[in-house]
């Protein structure tokens, strides 16, 4: 959506995302399910009745589409964006480039102020980070915020609930236009944005400071962005804050990077909102929990069952409790005038039926494969070996994962950082050389992924060895340097533990002169 369609107006702002709200409506009625079922605190779509505070989650009778959902948030936390070990570094791209001491070491020192950054004030960006795979798994949607605090020390970070925002497509479907509407107190508002707030909200700032009032954020790339000039013209993304009440702009400005960036696990054509094993294990979620309704039922009657008793005796006060006495509950001749009513039900049957679904119901999460990939004492190689076709299946969404959050949000904070003067100024041969960096993702996950390359490779080494034995000729072919730097990329080594090739090539002229040092005369070795 460009700035054209939306206009600088306030009004205009607000009728685009009106109007997206209508587009997204269809998916408000499955998200608001997928919530009641499993992220109760996150069920504030339309038709939903919580008041702060509010007992959530009342319809659940089976806990096991919870867990799973949050088997596979932690699953992705822990393989893709683990602070407990390293997940990303940067490169140009360049190998050669890259090898050189003096960009290979502001590469390092880089990545390692990243990654500091993101750990700050007590790892907030992993709290929040956890939140919005929680949000993947379940919504297929998830949209996260980067920015400069307001007293430009850190980052402020945030998982923002998908009932707040509202997303269009470019013609690439990228995800580049964001409105959010949210609500804030008359004090909260006034605190931000001062006397640029509508009367009403000025006006109970000082009566009613706690009264609630609707806001929007919109933020859509600036098509008229001018390299070079200062302040919001010259910034990629434009952005207002509407104060919705009094249909007034609060605050205008711009990003040089999209603050928001949205996730999606699975794609339908011609939709903007993704899709989620949540949406796929709706229906044995919805099945599962209506036999644990049931089987809850069923038990109850087995336990204490409905009692059957004549309709013209004279049966007392029925006192079914322990020690209790029923009088008039016999007969003269003592038979029993009021007897148990058994059903017969099979509770057996009903309980292999919940175990079916609940397995169906972790397999969509991906439950097991998670599990075994965060045992730390499984190398990759092992992990690819059991699990190699679910590992392809994971691949594309994984691939959107990263390219669609992590890419953006890597680039996000690096920017914020380098504008701020908390990175170094890059070396001279990567300015002479014209180029930018990229992520290179080293977690355990991608590792694994790329580990089919390093066993390709140690095949190939082992085929060719007993081949060369016969026909030495063959190991021509290998380029040994390549092949190490290979192996070593796709297990997932540390960069500091190889030498750059000019050390690898001044080692050896050493070693190659301390050989000829030693040789006797006349052996012919030197010019």
């Keep these: 959506m460009t700035r054209t369609d939306t206009g600088d107006a306030p009004d205009g702002l607000i009728r685009a995302q009106e109007r997206l709200a209508a587009e997204r409506a269809p998916f408000e009625a499955q998200w608001q399910e997928l919530a009641d079922y499993i992220r109760p605190l996150r069920a504030d779509f339309r038709g939903s009745t919580n008041s702060p505070g509010g007992r959530r989650g009342a319809q659940i009778f089976d806990a096991t589409p919870g867990r799973a959902a949050d088997g596979f948030a932690g699953g992705l936390y822990a393989l893709l964006t683990n602070p407990a070990t390293p997940w990303f570094t940067l490169e140009t791209g360049d190998v050669a480039l890259d090898a050189r001491d003096d960009v290979r070491l502001w590469l390092d020192d880089t990545t390692r102020r990243l ?40 980052l402020h970070v945030s998982c923002r609930s998908l009932a707040e925002c509202y997303v ?12 959010r509407r949210f609500s804030l ?21 000082a009566e009613r400071p706690d009264q609630r009032f609707p806001f929007l954020h919109a933020v ?12 919001p013209a010259g910034m990629a993304w ?24 949205v996730a999606r696990w699975d794609k339908a054509g011609g939709e903007a909102y993704g899709r989620s094993p949540g949406m796929t294990a709706l229906a044995d979620i919805k099945m599962l929990n209506r036999m644990a309704e049931t089987m809850i039922k ?7 069952p409905p009692l059957l008793a004549p309709d013209d005796g004279a049966i007392g006060v029925l006192r079914t409790y322990p020690g209790g006495i029923t009088y008039g509950a016999i007969d003269p001749s003592g038979r029993q005038l009021v007897q148990p009513l058994l059903a017969g039900g099979q509770l057996d049957i009903g ?5 079916q679904r609940r397995k169906a119901i972790l397999e969509t999460f991906q439950f097991s494969l998670m599990q075994m990939l965060a045992q730390p004492n499984m190398t990759a190689t092992e992990v690819l070996a059991r699990q190699e076709e679910r590992m392809r299946l994971l691949g594309p969404n994984l691939g959107r994962v990263q390219s669609e959050f992590l890419d953006p949000a890597i680039a996000r904070v690096l920017g914020l950082m380098t504008r701020a003067g908390a990175i170094l100024p ?4 990567l300015v002479a050389a014209g180029r930018g960096v990229r992520v290179a993702y080293v977690s355990p996950l991608s590792r694994a992924q790329r580990s089919a390359e390093g066993q390709a490779i140690a095949r190939t080494l082992e085929s060719l060895s007993q081949l060369g034995q016969a026909m030495p000729e063959v190991m021509d072919n290998l380029d040994g340097d390549a092949v190490a730097r290979a192996l070593a990329d796709a297990f997932g080594m540390p960069p500091q533990g190889l030498r750059s090739p000019e050390a690898v090539a001044a080692l050896r002229a050493t070693r190659q002169l301390g050989l000829a040092a030693t040789m006797p005369m006349g052996t012919g070795v030197g010019p």
């Design 238 to 261: 434009s952005s207002q804050h509407v104060d919705i009440t009094g249909r007034q702009t609060v605050a205008s400005g711009g990003y040089h990077e999209n603050p928001y960036q």
């Design 115 to 154: 990654r500091t950054a993101l750990a700050a004030r007590g790892g907030r960006f992993y709290n929040r980070v956890a939140e919005l795979y929680a949000d993947l798994g379940t919504f297929g949607t998830a949209v996260f915020y980067i920015d400069q605090r307001q007293d430009g020390r850190g």
């Design 351 to 355: 309980l292999e039926m919940q175990e």
């Design 220 to 231: 859509w790339p600036n098509r008229d962005a001018r390299r070079g000039l200062l302040g």
């Design 426 to 429: 890059p070396p001279p041969d």
């Design 185 to 205: 107190t008359a004090r909260q508002a006034v605190d931000l944005w001062g006397d640029q707030v509508g009367r009403q909200v000025a006006k109970a700032a």
């Design 298 to 304: 069923a038990a109850q009657k087995a336990a204490d």
């Design 168 to 179: 269009a497509e470019n013609a690439e479907e990228e995800i580049d236009t964001v409105y």
